[in-house]
Nanobody, 123 residues
Framework: QVQLVESGGGLVQAGGSLRLSCVAS????????MGWFRQAPGKEREFVGC????????RYADPVKGRFTISRDNAKNTVYLQMNSLKPEDTAVYYC????????????????WGQGTQVTVFS
């Protein structure tokens, strides 16, 4: 079992930045791959990016490449999503998720989910 708790969401003007955090408990953090997803009202949950167990590799969805960065601190059981140059279309509930294997991009491949944190970008 893995428990995930996100924080750091909020209201930000377009062009601004936010950093989301996700703290994990219940399993050796360094053995699980982490992903970030988002879901806007009326839309399906979509992949944002993921990070390898070691933190040495990351992958991103095209809409966020070059603007978002995922990192992790295994000593703190925490994964981060740094979001820069935010756009109104980034508005969504953001979720972190855990998987036993790396580079999954489908929500169904992730076994554990946080409760989500709202990010709202206004122009």
């Amino acid at each position: 079992q893995v428990q995930l708790v996100e924080s750091g969401g909020g209201l930000v003007q377009a062009g601004g930045s936010l950093r989301l955090s996700c703290v994990a408990s219940g399993r050796t953090f360094g053995s699980i791959a982490m992903g970030w997803f988002r879901q806007a009202p009326g839309k399906e949950r979509e992949f944002v990016g993921c990070i390898h167990m070691s933190g040495d590799d990351t992958r991103y969805a095209d809409p966020v490449k070059g603007r978002f960065t995922i990192s992790r601190d295994n000593a703190k059981n925490t994964v981060y999503l740094q979001m820069n140059s935010l756009k109104p279309e980034d508005t969504a509930v953001y979720y972190c998720a855990a998987a036993g294997y790396y580079a999954y991009t489908r929500p169904d491949d992730y076994s554990y989910w946080g409760q989500g944190t709202q990010v709202t970008v206004f122009s």
